[in-house]
């Protein structure tokens, strides 16, 4: 396929069938409770539809009462290549109205955005997907190679029913796939000295979910005890919340504050990149979680009576670690913790790392030079984490980029689960002209 395949009037109808999608996506709560609870069956059912209307077949995969994936294949010329895998998640989280100063899903246009839950996680990148495959099959096109297509569910809750579930029990579906792309990633962010990066996520901490335990003595709460347990608990919680992590380098966190540091005319320090997080504005936010591992206390659980001091006490900490750091981070909070205090991890989730060079690189580099020719593509590294790691099991390589054009203004990082989530239209105008030209030469 060649970047033009598509003309003018085509470009334009591209653009308004995801539109068109997006909002009617936001329309369908497929609202994730956690521990199980959620329901992508009516979204699931939309995606299989758009794609039946243009003769693509789909399969739909139940994985719990109403956890629901949707999976199909645009086959490619050539047969010989490895294939490219597309995903996205159905899921989003809760909104609560009386917070909202609109409807969460009823997809309103205003000011130049679409509001609603789900439209920038990730509702908006569904959207640009059906969008750019429907338009090729509307005009004849076929990809360089097999492009599979799937709408996992469960993202928001750990994946259990979506792209863990697929990689355990249906590994065949991804038979002959070598690369995979998704959220997060290709969206711009304006930077102090005026230039726009767009930020490609090429890798993602770790998760180290680990829970803190320490036993005492119970005891009336008359009386002294100097074998108390939340006593104990809290002094550790004390040490790990409030302990200051060194900086640390990873490879793709040393090409993304270089680049900055280039740019706005500033010395780079390795061991001290924080004063270039000025530069980059609300998304210093969560750039400055990305230069050091994070450990956050969570939870506390302790005592069942105001006066009978407990036996035990317990906490939860949220750690985070950078590719190559995990050691680093669970050696340093078993020191912290002492050693009355039993450490041990809940879930445990790895690290990504992927090299920022090759075929697919360049052509999302090219795609986003295609629309916006001063545009400075950028790794990046991402604190939360995406399917990717699901299907890194399969040896699966995957990126980052939903690509869209933002208003230099708005803090994209914070709409992010949070509340007026919304998405500017002609960014997403943007967004799927672009992931049209890359998946054209992908």
């Known amino acids: ?72 294949t645009v086959k490619g010329a050539d047969q010989t290549l490895p ?19 609109v409807d969460p899903f009823a997809a309103e246009i205003k000011d130049g955005f679409i509001w609603g839950r789900g439209a920038v996680d990730m509702k908006d990148m569904d959207a640009m997907i059906l969008a750019v495959v429907r338009a090729w099959k509307r005009k004849g096109l076929i990809p360089r190679r097999n492009i599979l297509l799937v709408f996992f569910a469960d993202e928001e809750a750990g994946s259990e029913y979506g792209s863990r579930w697929l990689v355990k029990n249906r590994p065949e579906i991804f038979e002959g796939y070598s690369e995979a792309i998704s ?63 060194p900086e640390r380098e990873t490879k793709t966190g040393g090409k993304f504050f270089r680049k900055i540091s280039e740019l706005v005319g500033e010395k780079y320090d390795p061991s001290n990149v924080k004063p270039l997080l000025k530069h980059i504005g609300p998304a210093a936010r969560m750039m400055g979680a990305t230069i050091q591992n994070t450990a956050n206390p969570t939870m506390l659980n302790a005592g069942y009576k105001a006066n009978v001091i407990p036996q035990s006490a317990t906490a939860v900490v949220d750690g985070r670690f950078l590719p190559g750091f995990e050691d680093e981070l669970l050696e340093t909070i078993r020191n912290l913790a002492g050693e009355d205090i039993e450490v041990s991890v809940l879930v445990r989730d790895k690290a990504l790392e992927v090299d920022f060079e090759g075929p697919l690189v360049d052509a999302m580099i090219a795609a986003i030079k295609e629309f916006d020719p001063e545009g400075i593509p950028v790794p990046y590294l991402m604190s939360g984490g995406t399917d990717n790691k699901a299907l890194s099991d399969l040896g699966i390589v995957g990126y980052g980029f939903s690509p869209v054009l933002l208003p230099p203004d708005l803090d994209f990082f914070a709409l992010f689960h949070g509340v007026d989530e919304r998405i500017p239209i002609e960014g997403l105008r943007f967004g799927v002209k672009t992931l049209n030209h890359f998946l054209q030469n992908a």
């Open 183 to 245: 959220e997060v990633g290709g969206f711009s962010v304006t930077i102090s000295s005026g230039h726009r990066l767009y930020f490609i996520e090429g890798a993602q901490k770790g998760i180290n979910w680990l829970e803190l335990k320490a036993k005492g003595s119970a005891g009336h709460g008359s009386f002294i005890n100097n074998e108390n347990a939340i006593t104990k608990l809290t002094a550790a919680i004390s040490r790990i919340g409030n302990h200051t992590w």
């Open 1 to 72: 396929m060649t970047t033009n395949s598509l003309t003018p009037i085509e470009v334009k109808n591209l653009e308004e069938d995801c539109i068109e999608i997006c909002r009617e996506m936001i329309q369908i709560p497929s609202v994730n409770w956690g521990e199980g609870k959620g329901d992508e069956r009516a979204i699931a059912e939309y995606v299989a539809k758009k794609l039946s209307e243009v003769g693509i077949e789909s399969e739909l995969i139940v994985t719990g009462e109403n956890r629901v994936n949707v999976v199909a």
């Open 83 to 101: 294939g490219l895998v597309l995903h996205g998640h159905l899921d989003v989280v809760p909104a609560d109205a009386k917070d909202w100063s």
